[in-house]
C-alpha cells in the first residue's frame, strides 16, 4: 500500500514538474503536495508574487487560437491565454471620480486589491481619465502617470490582473464630469442644461452630443486621443499587473432628425466607433503588442438591440459591453417575466459570434440591491453572463452605500456575496461541464460563523456549496487553475483521471487557489466540497 502511495505520489510530482508548478522537496520524497495559502504566493526569485504571464497571452496567441476554431458551447470563442487555456477574469471596478489634481486616485488604496483577493477576485477595472493625464494640451502629468503605477504596483502584489479603462461620464468636465478634457470639447454654441436627478439625460444635450461628433471627426482630436493612448500603453504595456486596455467608457453620439435611438446607436458604431477603435488599436500597437484592447458598444445595448459594431482589425479585441437596465437605474426592482436578461443576452451575443472575439462584461450591478427580486436578479444575472462571457467586473468595489460591493466594515452588501463563487480562472484543456451548487452549510448559525476574511465580520451566512468542474486536457501541457473564495467551513478537493492538485483541502476562512496538473488529453474532474458533506 505504501509503494502504491509512493508511485501515486511521484507521478504527481512529475505532472506538476511538467506543469510548471514548484513541487514542495517534502512532496517530491514521499506525501501530497502542500496546501497553498490564502492569496498569491510569496514572492521568490522563480515565482514572483504577481499574476503569472502565463495568464496574460498575446495578442498574437489569441488570433490563432480563435482561427484554430476554439469556441465554447455559446458559439463565442474563450479568452485563452498565450499558453491556450481558457480564462475567466472575475473582478470589480475600482475608481475614483471625486479626486482630481492633487487628490487624483488617492481615495484607491492596497486595502482595495487585498480584499479582492481575499474574497476570491483576481481582476480590476481601473478607471483613469483623460482630464487628469492632460490637463492641458500636450502636457501630460508625470504626478499621475506615477499615481496609476501605484496602483498597478499593489495589483501586482495581490495577484489581481488590471483593465486601465479611459472613463469618461457625459463627455467630461465641461459638462460637471469627468473624462475628455475641456480644451478637447467643442461645443459650436449648443446649450447644455444639467439634469442632476437624471445624469444620463444629459449625454442627449445638444452641446454633449456635438462634443462626441467632434472628438470622432475632427483630425487633430483624433490625434490628441491616439497620442493620449500611446502614453498610456508606452508607460504601462509592460507592467505585469496590465491586462490589457479599454479605449472609451460608454461611447455615446449625435442623434440626426428623424433618428430613433436604437437607429442612431447602429449608425454611431458603425460610422464613428469603429473607425475610432481601429485608430486606436494603431496607436497603442506602435508602443505595446502585447496587452488585450476592449473595446465597447453604445450603452443602448442595455436595451436588448445588438451593435453596429464592425470589424476592428486587431488579434486581441475582446468585446466589452455593459449590463445594465435602464428600469432597474431608476430605482424599480427587477423583473423576472419582463424578459430583460434574456433579451440582453440575445442582443449582445451577435456581435462575438459574427467576429469571433471573446466577451468580457465591464460593468453591471444595480444601484438598488436590496429589492425584494434583488435576489433573484443576481442569480439569473449571473447565470447568463455564464454562458456566453468569459468574465466581468462588477460596480464598484468600494466601502459605504450606492453602488458599492461592501459596506464601511468591509462586509458584502445585500446579495452581492452572490458574486463570489468558485470559477476555473484558466483551463489547460476545454471546459465539458461547470456547476456549482451554493447550499448553506448545514447547522451554520447567523453570526457565530467564522470570520470569512481577517479582521473582519461576515455578517451573514456564506454560501459555500460544492463545486465542480470537468475538462478534457490539452495535449499542450498546463496547468488548471480555480478560484474559490473564503467559505465558512473547510473544503475537501478531489480529482478524478491522471491529474493531481497542489492542495486537498482549502481551510475556512480565507481565499484559495486551486492548482491542477494532468496528463494531455485526459478527461478530468475536480470536485470541492464542503467538509462534512458528500
Known amino acids: 500500500m505504501r509503494a502504491r502511495r509512493t508511485i501515486r505520489t511521484l507521478i504527481g510530482c512529475l505532472l506538476l514538474s511538467a506543469a510548471g508548478i514548484p513541487v514542495p522537496a517534502a512532496a517530491a520524497a514521499a506525501g501530497p503536495p502542500a496546501a497553498v495559502g490564502a492569496g498569491p504566493p510569496a514572492a521568490s526569485a522563480n515565482h514572483p508574487a504577481v499574476v503569472s504571464s502565463s495568464s496574460v497571452g498575446t495578442p498574437g496567441a489569441v488570433g490563432a487560437a480563435v482561427t484554430a476554431g476554439a469556441v465554447g458551447p455559446s458559439g463565442i470563442p474563450p479568452l485563452l491565454d498565450d499558453r491556450g487555456r481558457a480564462l475567466t477574469l472575475r473582478g470589480w471596478n475600482v475608481e475614483d471620480k471625486a479626486g482630481r489634481g492633487d487628490q487624483a486616485l488617492k481615495a484607491i488604496t492596497e486595502k482595495h486589491f487585498r480584499d479582492l483577493r481575499a474574497h476570491g477576485f483576481d481582476f480590476a477595472r481601473l478607471l483613469v481619465f483623460w482630464d487628469d493625464l492632460e490637463p492641458r494640451r500636450g502636457h501630460y502629468s508625470a504626478e499621475y502617470l506615477r499615481r496609476i503605477e501605484r496602483v498597478l504596483d499593489w495589483a501586482r502584489a495581490h495577484g489581481i490582473q488590471v483593465l486601465i479603462d479611459a472613463h469618461q461620464d457625459v463627455f467630461g468636465p465641461a459638462f460637471g464630469h469627468r473624462g475628455i478634457p475641456t480644451w478637447a470639447t467643442r461645443t459650436d454654441g449648443l446649450p447644455f442644461t444639467p439634469h442632476p436627478d437624471d445624469w444620463f439625460a444629459e449625454y442627449f444635450e445638444p452641446a454633449v452630443q456635438r462634443a462626441f461628433t467632434h472628438l470622432y471627426e475632427d483630425e487633430d482630436l483624433r490625434r490628441a486621443q491616439a497620442q493620449m493612448w500611446r502614453v ?56 505595446d503588442d502585447g496587452s488585450r484592447l476592449f473595446i465597447e458598444p453604445t450603452p443602448i445595448v442595455g436595451e436588448g438591440v445588438p451593435t453596429g459594431l464592425g470589424l476592428i482589425d486587431d488579434p486581441g479585441v475582446v468585446y466589452a459591453p455593459h449590463f445594465y437596465n435602464t428600469a432597474m437605474e431608476a430605482g424599480a426592482d427587477y423583473d423576472p417575466a419582463a424578459g430583460w436578461i434574456e433579451s440582453y ?8 459570434r459574427t467576429y469571433g472575439v471573446p466577451v468580457v462584461v465591464g460593468e453591471w450591478g444595480p444601484l438598488n440591491n436590496s429589492l425584494p427580486n434583488m435576489g433573484r436578479f443576481y442569480r439569473d444575472a449571473l447565470t447568463s453572463l455564464n454562458r456566453y462571457s468569459s468574465g466581468w467586473a462588477g460596480y464598484v468595489w468600494c466601502y459605504g452605500g450606492g453602488y458599492c460591493a461592501l459596506d ?52 451573514r451566512d456564506s454560501e459555500v456549496g460544492a463545486y465542480r468542474l470537468t475538462y478534457r486536457a490539452s495535449m499542450r501541457p498546463g496547468t488548471t487553475e480555480i478560484s474559490l473564495p473564503p467559505s465558512a467551513s473547510d473544503r475537501r ?42
Open 345 to 352: 443576452e440575445t442582443a449582445v451575443t451577435v456581435y462575438p
Open 408 to 459: 464601511e466594515r468591509g462586509r458584502f452588501r445585500t446579495n452581492k456575496e452572490q458574486t463570489a463563487t468558485p470559477y476555473a480562472a484558466a483551463v489547460a484543456g476545454r471546459v465539458i461541464s461547470e456547476a456549482h451548487d451554493p447550499g448553506l452549510v448545514p447547522g451554520l448559525v447567523p453570526g457565530q460563523h467564522p470570520e470569512l476574511v481577517p479582521g473582519q465580520d461576515p455578517g
Open 493 to 534: 478537493i478531489s480529482v478524478t483521471g491522471p491529474a493531481v492538485a497542489d492542495t486537498r483541502t482549502a481551510v475556512a476562512g480565507r481565499s484559495h487557489r486551486v492548482r491542477v496538473a494532468a496528463l494531455p488529453g485526459a478527461r478530468i474532474t475536480v470536485s470541492v466540497t464542503p467538509v462534512g458533506r458528500r
Open 232 to 287: 498610456l500603453a508606452d508607460r504601462f504595456g509592460d507592467h505585469p499587473a496590465v491586462f490589457g486596455y479599454d479605449l472609451i467608457n460608454e461611447p455615446m453620439g449625435e442623434l440626426r432628425e428623424g433618428e430613433d435611438l436604437p437607429t442612431a446607436a447602429r449608425r454611431i458604431e458603425r460610422d464613428q466607433l469603429t473607425p475610432m477603435y481601429n485608430r486606436l488599436a494603431d496607436a497603442v500597437r506602435s508602443v
